[in-house]
Nanobody
Framework: QVQLVESGGGSAQTGGSLRLSCEAS????????MGWFRQAPGKDYEGMSC????????YYGDSVEGRFTLSRDNAKNTLYLQMNNLKPEDTAMYYC??????????????????WGHGTQVTVSS
């Protein structure tokens, strides 16, 4: 069973950048499909980016493609989300998620068995 701890959130101005980290423990992330979701106040969870457990393609939500980049460091057992050209609408709680094996999903967070507690990102205009 994997445990996920997010960090790297904070405040940024429009056009700025932040890098979120998701450190995993209890198992190696190479066995997991993983990704990031976010939830803004009063809104549903929105999928940002994910990749399948076997590697291959990385998927991005329409609202962040071209601005956010997903990566992982297997040696550090850590997943990253580099967020560039931030906008006020990116303000949300960001969650790292994982499933053992299989493919990843951006349409819904609920298929993911493992969630972190989230890290807050606030973007001011």
């Amino acid at each position: 069973q994997v445990q996920l701890v997010e960090s790297g959130g904070g405040s940024a101005q429009t056009g700025g950048s932040l890098r979120l980290s998701c450190e995993a423990s209890g198992d190696t992330i190479s066995s997991y499909s993983m990704g990031w979701f976010r939830q803004a106040p009063g809104k549903d969870y929105e999928g940002m980016s994910c990749f399948n457990s076997g590697g291959g393609a990385t998927y991005y939500g329409d609202s962040v493609e071209g601005r956010f980049t997903l990566s992982r460091d297997n040696a550090k057992n850590t997943l990253y989300l580099q967020m560039n050209n931030l906008k006020p609408e990116d303000t949300a709680m960001y969650y790292c998620v994982a499933n053992l094996g299989g493919g990843c999903y951006l349409a819904s967070i609920y298929p993911y068995k493992y969630w972190g507690h989230g890290t807050q990102v606030t973007v001011s205009s």
